[in-house]
């Protein structure tokens, strides 16, 4: 082939790619460019593909006239606390699962993976009916305990994988050198393991800021209501669909998904095999 | 400073028993190497040693205390690894100063220690870098100073120049060896480099499945192996066997082997009267085969030079025989020669057990 | 030197060193067993007997009624029709998943410009959530104002608006659509992490066999992408048979039933029709089915 040709080869294959890449990433541009459209822009028809005039109305009633900072806050809370103390027990879990011996330990690590493919929804009755009994009903605390039946697992999984990968010699180095098992583990095993345990624990954060079904069965209420919900809520809610309003919703939802999805960028092939990708 | 005595040790993962019965004692002060083929048992030994394993059986002593259930922490030994296992997020000073740190000395005088180790293994310069910006080479040296910080009972090296080019490693083993000279400390080396294990070591533990075959001085274990395996794990190249048979006794004793057979009269036995037709393997080392126009008709199949020797290899009677020889021999493959062995160096083992049949003066 | 004696292998009135460890373990894992009793396996038995009882969800009164609600179920046609359901659903959507997640993972995977942007965008649609994934498809959908359907229209494809949602089969095969959208992206991931572990040298070998691109596509890269494939595979149907949200959210199982799946029935049955011991004897069968598929991947993961 002569080198025009491939040239102009690598030329079309480029622009096709393009192409196909935006028509998958179309309906975010779409979502980004109703939000910032005035109303009267929405009902055009043909609808115009740029707005003519760039408004940030919709993002000062999101936030000043409806609920979604209390929602915000709420889902915040939600990550946060599942992400702590699902990240805490699950990494004191993994390094048992990994560096001690003890009976049932391999039927453990199966029922681990038994449980990350688990659907959430055979357990949500009977966690509606444990958390009315323990009168938590419509409380975040009832949504953490409800998040660790998926996140724990999920952390505990790709924990595990992340820590076997860490040399034995380090922690068998650091008990010669005096250390006890407990002092091994923080002193040596923890810092090794702190990359996996960050990536872990954003993915964590991903699962339960996205979370839908525990937080429709169990919380009723808007003081304790999620983004997911919370989002839902207005759109069934509200008289007549504001798209425009719901589109600025969906936007500031998805920035700290953006956020944490480009530090994780680097790890997702890496994190695959270990189950790091989940939903 | 200490001795170890392995008291029946054994070890065994599940069904395979990785270390049988082990008895050996080594004195305070000494470089022993324990040398086998891979997977022999050798680094179990170490690590269990060490306490990172516990025995399935018997007693590990240090300094004479029985130490099985101390954990590692409280056996004052220090391990240096294959893969040096340094701690990547300390930088090389703090590696060095990590044991200390754990055996609570008192930050003033591990300042001092960790420069005073530093010293001795030429790191100074490197004590603010971290493991992976060093060479190969620069970690063994870190790994060992984690080690000589200390002042232990006792030094376990685990093929710590294993993962060294081969120049790197002739000068670590000199400086190994001058480190053990100057501090006197009970070394246990592991490793499957008989050129380490022999160069090195003031005695040699040769393990095989697991099972002790000989604990003696380099010397011992190359000019009296005590069977045939480490009579032929023992030598490069290795000992050239031949199975036979005994006939006769005293200075008419042949040894025969088909319609081929030696005279080894001169050879003296530990059992001067065995069963007639005993079957046995008769050991030849390679220095030991000599042309000799009085000897058996051979041929030559390879020759390799390596400058100061030849190694060539023959078909002597349907045997296949390597032989050490003079760099000057000047053969060809094909050539017809004849061959002699030196009857007085000659080996003799047993076939069944392959324990030494030759009588041996010491 | 050595005190002579016989060797003793425990010091008395202390627990050996690898019970004390073993405990120390037990003790880590503590948290974990305790968590997973409480939120996981006791739910997990506790819908087992639910599913034997008749339970009014606002008072939560129950009777016995033992195999009755499976016996109900299983004569229902709206049992098997969720089922259906469910697997043209899985199917369908996991079918495009598969061919599109490989097609785009080749694409990406060759040099482009601005490679890692357009791999982030790609990707970005996975980590989204739901919600914002079904409000944006809803607004894309929209029978009046919606983009699709002037494109549609402009095109010259359809002279009348579709109703994508409202009737079938539109709903479903715009339920497979999104699904297909939202988590094709995890085939890309999968199908890239081993297109980047396949050695250069198996290509070349190839080339100077004499294989075209086509050639080396069949002889090299499927091959090498098979296993993860399968475990692709696995995992996807056992995520798209379980999912709730994308289902719930864009049709609500609507029109009537025409896209209700196991899962939805489900949450039908106990919080809008209140009878929790028949939603519970859903979930369970529901498991089982799915039961197979997690078997298969258990034995896979192991290795």
């Not at chain 1, 997911?228 to 669909?241: A, D, K």
């Not at chain 2, 380490?196 to 604990?215: K, W």
């Not at chain 3, 009793?37 to 506790?46: E, K, N, R, T």
Request: hydrophobic share 50%; charged share 15%.
């Amino acid at each position: 082939m002569s080198a025009p040709a491939r040239k102009s080869r690598r030329y079309l294959f480029n622009l096709f790619a393009w192409t196909v890449v935006l028509v998958i990433a179309f309906p975010l541009l779409w979502m980004l460019l109703t939000s910032i459209k005035p109303q009267s822009e929405l009902f055009l028809i043909p609808p115009a593909l740029l707005p003519g005039e760039i408004t940030f109305e919709h993002y000062r009633r999101l936030l000043t006239e409806t609920p979604f900072l209390t929602y915000l806050k709420n889902s915040a809370w939600l990550a946060g606390g599942t992400t702590l103390v699902v990240i805490v027990i699950a990494t004191l879990g993994a390094h048992s699962l990994v560096r001690f011996s003890y009976p049932g330990r391999e039927r453990l690590a199966t029922l681990v993976l038994f449980t990350y493919l688990l659907p959430s929804v055979v357990l949500v009755i009977p966690l509606y009916l444990l958390m009315a009994g323990l009168g938590l009903a419509n409380t975040l605390t009832s949504l953490i305990i409800a998040y660790t039946t998926f996140a724990l697992p999920y952390a505990l999984w790709l924990l595990r994988s992340f820590m076997k990968a860490i040399p034995e010699d380090l922690e068998s180095a650091a008990l010669v050198d005096g250390a006890s098992r407990m002092q091994a583990f923080v002193d040596v095993i923890l810092p090794q393991a702190m990359p996996g345990i960050i990536s872990t624990a954003m993915f964590t954060a991903i699962l339960a800021w996205n979370e839908y079904l525990y937080a429709l069965v169990l919380v009723n209420s808007d003081a304790a209501r999620p983004l997911t919900t919370g989002v839902i809520n207005m759109l069934v809610t509200s008289f007549n669909i504001e798209w425009s309003l719901l589109m600025a919703a969906s936007v500031m939802m998805s920035v700290p998904l953006i956020v944490v999805f480009a530090f994780l960028q680097r790890y997702l092939t890496r994190g695959f095999s270990a189950g790091a990708i989940k939903g | 400073m200490a001795g170890i005595r392995f008291d029946q040790v054994s070890k065994r993962f599940g069904g395979v028993t990785a270390v049988n019965a082990l008895s050996m004692e080594i004195q305070a002060g000494e470089f022993v190497s324990i040398l086998g083929p891979s997977g022999c048992g050798k680094t179990t030994l170490l690590r269990m040693l060490a306490g990172l394993e516990r025995p399935s059986a018997g007693a590990i002593s240090i300094g004479g205390a029985v130490v099985n259930e101390l954990a590692p922490a409280e056996r004052n030994v220090a391990m240096v690894f294959q893969t040096y296992a340094l701690y990547p997020h300390m930088t090389v000073a703090g590696n060095i100063e990590y044991p200390l740190k754990k055996r609570r000395v008192p930050k003033t005088e591990r300042a001092g220690r960790v420069r005073e180790a530093a010293r001795v293994l030429e790191l100074e310069a490197l004590l603010g870098r971290k493991p992976r910006e060093l060479s190969g080479g620069q970690q063994q040296r870190v790994a060992l100073g984690r080690a000589l910080v200390r002042d232990p009972a006792a030094f376990l090296l685990d093929e710590p120049l294993s993962n060294l080019d081969a120049k790197l490693r002739t000068h670590m083993r000199a400086e190994l060896i001058r480190l053990h000279r100057r501090i006197g400390r009970t070394m246990v080396y592991v490793t499957h480099d008989q050129l380490e294990a022999m160069t090195m070591s003031q005695r040699i533990a040769v393990l095989n499945e697991g099972a002790l075959q000989q604990f003696a001085s380099p010397q011992d274990i190359y000019a009296r192996p005590r069977n045939d395996f480490v009579a032929g794990f023992i030598g490069t190249p290795s000992m050239n066997f031949l199975d036979g048979r005994l006939e006769g006794t005293g200075a008419d004793r042949v040894f025969r082997s088909g319609d081929w057979s030696l005279p080894i009269g001169a050879l003296r036995l530990a059992d001067e009267h065995p069963d007639p037709d005993r079957r046995v393997r008769l050991g030849v080392r390679p220095e030991h085969v000599r042309l000799d126009a009085q000897g058996e008709p051979a041929r030559v199949i390879l020759v390799e030079p390596t400058g100061h020797e030849t190694i060539l290899v023959f078909d002597y009677s349907g045997n296949e025989i390597v032989a050490r020889m003079d760099g000057e021999v000047s053969l060809e493959p094909d050539d017809s020669v004849r061959l002699s062995f030196r009857v007085a160096k000659l080996h003799l083992f047993a076939a069944d057990d392959g324990r030494r049949l030759n009588l041996d003066d010491s | 030197m050595f005190r002579e004696g016989p060797a003793t292998t425990a010091s008395p009135g202390k627990a050996s060193l690898d019970t004390r460890y073993g405990l120390l373990g037990a003790l880590l894992i503590a948290p974990t067993v305790l968590v997973f009793c409480a939120v996981i396996v006791y739910p997990l038995i506790s819908a087992i007997y639910l599913g034997l009882f008749s339970i009014y969800t606002p008072t939560m009164e129950g009777e016995w009624v033992g195999m009755d609600n499976y016996r109900r179920l299983l004569a229902s046609g709206e049992f098997w029709r969720s089922l259906l359901n469910n697997v043209i659903w899985t199917v369908g959507t996991l079918a495009l998943q598969v061919i599109f997640g490989i097609l785009v993972a080749l694409m990406l995977h060759r040099n482009l410009v601005f490679r890692a942007f357009a791999r982030s965008l790609v990707l970005f649609p996975y980590f989204l959530s739901t919600v914002v994934a079904v409000l944006v498809w809803r607004w894309l959908f929209n029978d009046l104002y919606g983009v699709l359907n002037h494109l549609l229209m402009w095109a010259g494809i359809v002279d009348m608006p579709v109703d994508w949602l409202g009737t079938m089969p539109n709903a479903m095969v715009s339920l497979i659509l999104v699904g297909a959208w939202k988590y094709f992206p995890f085939v890309v991931i999968a199908v890239l992490a081993r297109l980047q572990s396949i050695p250069d040298e198996l290509y070349e070998a190839a080339s100077i066999d004499g294989a075209g691109a086509w050639g080396r596509f069949v002889d090299v890269t499927l091959p090498q992408l098979r296993d993860v494939l399968i475990v692709v595979v696995l995992l996807r149907t056992i995520w798209d048979f379980k999912e709730f949200d994308l289902i719930y959210l864009l049709t609500g199982g609507g029109p009537i039933i025409g896209t209700q799946t196991l899962p939805l029935m489900v949450y039908k049955e106990a919080f809008a029709l209140n009878q929790m011991g028949g939603a519970s004897a859903v979930a369970v069968l529901m498991m089982l089915i799915m039961l197979l598929f997690m078997i298969l991947y258990l034995s896979r993961a192991r290795d």
